[in-house]
C-alpha cells in the first residue's frame, strides 16, 4: 500500500514537471506550488490530475505512461485553464470532471495513434478539450459556468493582465529591465499566468532540472523578441503567453528533447521561432472565425511536423533523434554518446578472429600490395617466430610456412553460399592471376554482411553450399592458391554474396592484439598492419558467472544486516536488466560470448544496486592483465554540482569531462577477483574516485565491496534461484 501510494505522488509530480518535459521531482514539486499563485486555478488543475490519475490507474492502462504522467497533464492543463476563466460553482466541477474524461481519452488515444508514428501527443488533447468545452459554453447558456472578468480570448492578446485573485501580483512592478520581467512572465505563461515572481520560481526548477533546456528557453525568447524587433509584426510587442508557450517551448521541444542536443539542433530550434510567427498568425486568424483561442497548438503543429520531417531520413547524419528518452537533455545527450562509443553489439554483428593462436597481420586495409580500390579494406594474416619469420630455414616448400595447413574458422554463424576448393596450391613464389582468388569460401552471416576466406588449400573444404556453420567451425586449411606467392589466409568482409565482391570495413568483436611489448584487448577493432593478434581465452568460471537469466533471483546481505532481493527480468523490447526489489531501482546490461556490460542505470544512486553497477561496469570473461578492460561511464552520473552544470551548458558544444572505468581479473587461490576503478578526468587532469572488488567462486559471484567518496560498501551475494 505505501508503495502504491508514493508511486501515486510520484506519477502526480510527473504530471507537472512533463510540462516541461521532465520527470524531475523537485521541477515537479515547485510547479504544483507556482500553480497555486493563483489559489482557484491550482485546486482545481490538482483535482483534475489526481481524478484522471485514479481514473487511468483503475482502468489498467500502460503502467510507464501513468508514471511517467503522459496521460493526465493535459488534464492539469484543462483544470488551470477552466480554474483561471471561470468561477468555482456546481457546474464548474460538473464539467471540469465531464471535460477531464474527455481529456484522458483523447490523450490515451492520441498517445496510441501517433506513437506508431513515433510521434507525442504532446498538449494536443487539452487544445481540443478546451475547445469542445469552450464550443458548448457558447452554444448553451444553460450550462451554468461564470467566466470571470477575463476572457478566455484575452489570455492572447499582448496587453492582457490576469493578476486578479493571484499571489505576489505585486511583483509585477519589480524594477527589473523590461526584457527580463517580460521573460518570466512569459514562462508563467505555461500555468495560465502572468506573474514574474512565478516566472522566477519557475526558472530556478527549470535550471535545476536542466541547463541546456534553460539555456533554450532563453534562446527561443531572444530570437523572438529580435525577430519581431526587426519585423514589428506585433509592435506593442509579443504576447507572453506566444512567447512562453508556442515560441519558448518549441526550441525547447526540437533543441534538447526530441533532439540529441547539438549545434545543429539549436539551428533548428532557431528556425523554429519565424516558423511560429506564421503558425501562430494562421491560426489566430483561422479560428477567430469560431472565437476559439490558438493556445498551444502552433507550438503542437511545429513540433510534430519537424519530429516527423526528421524521422522520414533516409540518412540521419548527425542530426540525431533521441533514441530512448530520459526525460532530461543532459542525459539524452550524455547517454547517446556514450551508448555510441561503447555498445557495439547494437551496431555490429559479431566476427571473430578466423582461426586458433596468434597470427600476425602481414597486410592491413590499404595496403602496398593488392588491397586498393574497391578491395581496400581486406586483411592478410600469417604466422610469425619471434625472429619475425614466417617459414623454416631455406623453405622451398609451402609446407614450410608455418600457417600452411593450420585451421581456418568460421568467424561467425551463417550459410556457406559460395565455395571453390580445386584451385592447386602455388609453387614459392608463383602466382595464379587466372584464379585469383584461389580456394574460397563465402558465408552469409546477415542480409548485405558476407565475409570470404581465400588462399586455402586445395581440396582442404569440410564444408559444401548451403551448410549452416557456427562461430569456430572448421571450414578448411590454410594454403597458397590463387594469387598468393606465400602461403597466407586473406580475409574480407563484404556487403554482396560474389567470391572477390568489393570489400567494406568491418571490425573483429574481441580480440587481444600485440605490437612490440604493447599487448591489450581490443573491442570491435580493425588490426592493423603488424599486430599479432589472438582470440580471447574465455575462463568458463567466470563466464558462468554472468549469466544471469531472466529468472535469476539473488540476495544481497550488506555488512549491517540488510537484505535485499536482486531480480532479472527483460522487459517489452527484450531488454534484461538487473531489478531491486526494496527500492525499484533497475540496471540494465547485456551478456555475450566474451563479456558483461551495464548499459543504463534507473533508479535510488545511493542503493546498494548502483554500487554494483559501478563495480561491474563492464567484465571482460577472461582473467589475466591482458585482458584488463578500459570504458567509460555516462556523464549524468556524475550528479549535480557547479563544475557539471557549467559543462551541462557548453555540452551540446564541446565536452570536456570524462568518468573512466577500468577492470582486471586475477586468479587467487580457488576464486577469481575483479579488481575495478573509477576515474574522473577533466581537461587533462586524471583523479582517481572509486575502487571496486568484486569475488568469484564455483557457485558465482559471491559478493563484492566498492569504495567511493570515503564511503564503503560491501555485500555478500547469495543465489536464490537460477530460473
Known amino acids: 500500500m505505501k508503495k502504491r501510494i508514493l508511486h501515486f505522488f510520484q506519477a502526480l509530480l510527473n504530471s507537472y514537471a512533463i510540462l516541461f518535459f521532465s520527470q524531475n521531482s523537485v521541477l515537479g514539486a515547485l510547479l504544483v506550488v507556482v500553480s497555486f499563485f493563483n489559489p482557484a486555478a491550482g485546486l482545481s488543475g490538482l483535482v483534475a490530475v489526481c481524478a484522471s490519475l485514479l481514473l487511468v490507474n483503475a482502468l489498467g492502462f500502460v503502467k510507464e505512461n501513468i508514471q511517467a504522467g503522459l496521460y493526465t497533464f493535459n488534464s492539469l492543463l484543462l483544470g488551470i485553464g477552466l480554474g483561471t476563466f471561470y468561477y468555482y460553482n456546481t457546474a464548474f466541477w460538473l464539467w471540469l470532471g465531464a471535460a477531464c474524461v474527455i481529456t484522458v481519452v483523447l490523450s490515451v488515444t492520441l498517445t496510441a495513434w501517433l506513437g506508431k508514428y513515433g510521434l507525442p501527443a504532446l498538449s494536443l488533447p487539452f487544445v481540443l478539450a478546451f475547445w469542445l468545452l469552450l464550443s458548448a459554453v457558447t452554444g448553451y447558456t444553460e450550462m451554468g459556468l461564470l467566466p470571470k472578468e477575463s476572457y478566455m480570448l484575452n ?91 508556442n515560441f519558448m517551448m518549441v526550441t525547447v521541444a526540437i533543441g534538447g528533447f526530441f533532439l540529441i542536443p547539438s549545434w545543429r539542433s539549436y539551428l533548428w530550434a532557431v528556425v523554429g521561432v519565424p516558423v511560429a510567427f506564421l503558425v501562430v498568425g494562421a491560426c489566430t486568424k483561422m479560428l477567430s472565425i469560431y472565437s476559439l483561442p490558438v493556445l498551444s497548438l502552433p507550438f503542437c503543429i511545429i513540433t ?38 561503447r555498445q557495439h553489439d547494437a551496431q555490429y554483428f559479431k566476427l571473430n578472429l578466423p582461426f586458433m593462436g596468434s597470427w600476425t597481420v602481414t597486410q592491413g586495409y590499404h595496403g602496398d600490395i593488392t588491397h586498393k580500390g574497391g578491395w581496400a579494406h581486406a586483411l592478410d594474416f600469417a604466422i610469425l617466430d619471434e625472429d619475425g619469420q614466417s617459414h623454416l ?25 559460395s565455395l571453390i576448393n580445386h584451385v592447386p596450391d602455388n609453387e614459392i613464389g608463383q602466382v595464379n592471376t587466372v584464379q585469383n582468388w584461389g580456394n574460397c569460401i563465402v558465408i552469409r552471416h546477415l542480409s548485405g554482411l558476407y565475409t570470404q576466406v581465400s588462399h586455402l588449400k586445395q581440396y582442404s573444404a569440410k564444408v559444401n553450399v548451403g551448410d549452416f556453420v557456427k562461430q569456430g ?28 565482391s568489393r570489400t567494406v570495413p568491418y571490425p573483429f568483436a574481441a580480440y587481444i592484439g600485440k605490437q612490440g611489448a604493447d599487448e591489450k584487448l581490443f573491442n570491435f577493432k580493425i588490426p592493423e598492419a603488424g ?45 534484461t536488466y538487473l531489478y531491486s526489489v526494496q527500492d525499484d531501482s533497475m540496471a540494465y546490461f547485456v551478456n555475450n560470448d566474451t563479456s558483461f556490460y551495464f548499459t543504463s542505470f534507473f533508479g535510488n544512486q545511493s542503493s546498494l544496486l548502483y554500487s554494483f553497477y559501478l563495480a561491474a561496469y563492464r567484465v571482460v570473461y577472461s582473467v589475466g592483465n591482458v585482458a584488463t578492460v578500459t570504458d567509460s561511464y555516462p556523464l549524468q552520473m ?86
Request: include cysteine.
Open 155 to 245: 489570455e492572447l492578446s499582448p496587453g492582457y493582465h490576469s493578476s486578479a485573485n493571484m499571489l505576489f501580483a505585486g511583483f509585477n512592478q519589480m524594477p527589473l529591465p523590461p526584457t527580463v520581467s517580460l521573460f518570466f512572465r512569459a514562462l508563467s505563461a505555461v500555468l495560465f499566468q502572468d506573474n514574474v515572481m512565478a516566472g522566477i520560481v519557475m526558472s530556478i526548477g527549470l535550471f535545476i532540472h536542466s541547463r541546456i533546456s534553460f539555456s533554450l528557453l532563453v534562446l527561443g525568447f531572444a530570437a523572438a523578441c529580435l525577430l519581431n524587433g526587426l519585423t514589428h509584426i506585433y509592435p506593442d510587442g509579443v504576447s507572453h503567453y506566444h512567447l512562453g508557450v
Open 304 to 341: 510534430l511536423s519537424l519530429l516527423y520531417f526528421f524521422i522520414l531520413r533516409a540518412n540521419p547524419g548527425r542530426l540525431q533523434l533521441t533514441p530512448v528518452q530520459h526525460y532530461s537533455p543532459e542525459t539524452n545527450l550524455y547517454q547517446y554518446y556514450n551508448n555510441r562509443e
Open 393 to 417: 630455414p631455406d623453405a622451398t616448400l609451402p609446407e614450410h610456412f608455418y600457417c600452411f595447413g593450420k585451421p581456418v574458422l568460421a568467424c561467425a554463424d551463417g550459410v556457406v553460399d
Open 473 to 500: 567451425d572448421l571450414l578448411a586449411l590454410c594454403g597458397n592458391s590463387g594469387r598468393s606467392p606465400l602461403p597466407h589466409l586473406h580475409f574480407q568482409a563484404q556487403a554482396a554474396p560474389y567470391i572477390g
Open 531 to 575: 599486430t599479432v593478434v589472438s582470440s580471447l581465452e574465455i575462463n568458463p568460471m567466470l563466464k558462468a558467472a554472468f549469466s544471469l537469466q531472466p529468472g535469476y533471483t539473488a540476495s544481497m546481505v550488506t555488512a549491517n544486516g540488510e537484505t535485499q532481493t536482486w531480480e532479472v527480468h527483460t522487459d517489452s523490447l527484450n531488454h
Open 638 to 723: 556524475e550528479g549535480s554540482h557547479i563544475g557539471m552544470w557549467l559543462h551541462d551548458l557548453v555540452a551540446p558544444f564541446y565536452r570536456f569531462n570524462r568518468r573512466g572505468y577500468q577492470s582486471c581479473s586475477q586468479h587467487q587461490h580457488n576464486k577469481i577477483i575483479i579488481h575495478a576503478t573509477e576515474y574522473q578526468e577533466t581537461a587533462g587532469s586524471k583523479k582517481q574516485v572509486m575502487e571496486a572488488c568484486i569475488q568469484i567462486d564455483n557457485n558465482g559471484v559471491a559478493g563484492f565491496t566498492l569504495t567511493r567518496n570515503k564511503q564503503k560498501t560491501e555485500a555478500q551475494w547469495y543465489t536464490v534461484s537460477t530460473y
